[in-house]
T-cell receptor, first 110, second 114 residues
């Protein structure tokens, strides 16, 4: 079983729509959670960390469900520029290695 | 200004011909990582350096080697590239002072094998 699993999508949504997707992780000891964004043929960039109580950053909302071992990302009022692959990333306590999911592709159309 | 710089952005080499990819950082981070990423797949960690200590992942082929001559530079050497080694190679750094998060990635080197 993969450490981090994501629905690859693609999620095709019109501008202004809301899109949400999840990621599951296998190691219950995981402590740190992140969403990275990766544009086509570019490097991953940190979008946001995911905190236990859930957190927002503008139009982006991240949630963590430890009991079911998943995290989610919701994008409100989608923009064309939100088109990208979103990588779910998980980290164990004190570990300097990250476990990456394969990514969920979102395409926002005009 | 770019803080993790990878050279070259694109590299074409012949099957079996050794190739070296480079990475430099201006962040003074302790840890430097090399990842391999193929299309529609997660970045796969090949190895990392914690300061001068080299840590190889168990499933990294022997064909892949790395050098870190100083804090700022790290190299990925592929001794005899095969067609299956064509991929994007990503260098990243992180700092112990920041709890190793987040990792800062370079732009990547896209390697093609002829």
């Amino acid at each position: 079983r993969k450490e981090v699993e994501q629905d690859p999508g693609p999620f095709n949504v019109p501008e202004g729509a809301t899109v949400a997707f999840n990621c599951t992780y296998s190691n219950s000891a995981s402590q740190s959670f992140f969403w990275y964004r990766q544009d086509c043929r570019k490097e991953p960039k940190l979008l946001m960390s995911v905190y236990s109580s859930g957190n927002e950053d503008g139009r982006f909302t991240a949630q963590l469900n430890r009991a079911s071992q998943y995290i989610s990302l919701l994008i409100r009022d989608s923009k064309l520029s939100d088109s990208a692959t979103y990588l779910c990333v998980v980290n164990l306590p004190g570990d300097y290695k990250l476990s990456f999911g394969a990514g969920t592709t979102v395409t926002v159309r005009a | 200004d770019a803080m993790v710089i990878q050279n070259p952005r694109y590299q074409v080499t012949q099957f079996g011909k050794p190739v070296t990819l480079s990475c430099s950082q201006t962040l003074n981070h302790n840890v430097m990582y090399w990842y391999q990423q193929k299309s529609s797949q997660a970045p796969k960690l090949l190895f990392h350096y914690y300061d001068k200590d080299f840590n190889n992942e168990a499933d990294t082929p022997d064909n892949f080697q790395s050098r870190r001559p100083n804090t700022s530079f790290c190299f990925l050497d592929i001794r005899s590239p095969g067609l299956g080694d064509a991929a994007m190679y990503l260098c990243a750094t992180s700092s112990k002072d920041r709890g190793f998060q987040p990792q800062h990635f370079g732009d990547g080197t896209r390697l093609s094998i002829l």
